[in-house]
C-alpha cells in the first residue's frame, strides 16, 4: 500500500511544518509517475532546490543542505501540494535536463539560431524581446 501526503507529513517536526508555511507557491516543475512525485522548490539559494518523494517507498529526498535524509520544509511543502492539489501535478517523467550551453561554442549557439529562426521563429523573436527587456530592466537597477 502506498503512502498518503499526510502520513508522511506526520512525521516532521513542528518546526519544519511551520517553516513550510507560505512555501507552497514555491513547489514548481511538479511532475508525478505513478507513485513518484517530483518537483523544484525555490529556496533561500538561486538555483531551486530538487525534491522527490516515493510514496509507494516512503522515502523522499531534497538537494537542500538540510540534514541528510530529515524532512525539511521543501519535502513537506512538497507533500501538502501533493494533498491540496494533486491536480497540479504533470503525469509522465520530469522534463530532461537542459544541454549543458556553458560547453556550446559560439559556432554552437550560432547554427541553432539558424535552425530556430528557420523552423520556430516565433520563439527566436520573443526570446530577442524578453532578453531587451531584462537588459533594460538590469539598467535601471543601477539608478
Ligand atoms: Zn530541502
Redesign the pocket.
Given at each position: 500500500m502506498p503512502h498518503t501526503p499526510a502520513e508522511l507529513m506526520a512525521q516532521a517536526s513542528e518546526k519544519v511544518k511551520e517553516r513550510a508555511q507560505g512555501l507552497q507557491k514555491s513547489v514548481k516543475h511538479r511532475s508525478r509517475e505513478g507513485n513518484l512525485l517530483r518537483a523544484r522548490v525555490q529556496g533561500s539559494e538561486s538555483a531551486p532546490?530538487r525534491?522527490w518523494v516515493s510514496l509507494e517507498k516512503g522515502e523522499w529526498a531534497?538537494s537542500?543542505p538540510?540534514e541528510y535524509n530529515a524532512l525539511?520544509?521543501?519535502?513537506y511543502a512538497l507533500l501538502l501540494t501533493a494533498q491540496t492539489a494533486p491536480e497540479s501535478f504533470v503525469e509522465g517523467p520530469a522534463p530532461r535536463r537542459l544541454p549543458n550551453v556553458s560547453r556550446w561554442t559560439d559556432g554552437d549557439v550560432e547554427r541553432l539560431l539558424e535552425r530556430l529562426l528557420e523552423q520556430h521563429r516565433p520563439v527566436v523573436t520573443d526570446w530577442a524581446r524578453v532578453v531587451a527587456e531584462d537588459r533594460f530592466m538590469d539598467e535601471d537597477d543601477w539608478m
Open positions: 532546490y525534491v531534497c537542500c538540510d525539511c520544509k521543501h519535502v
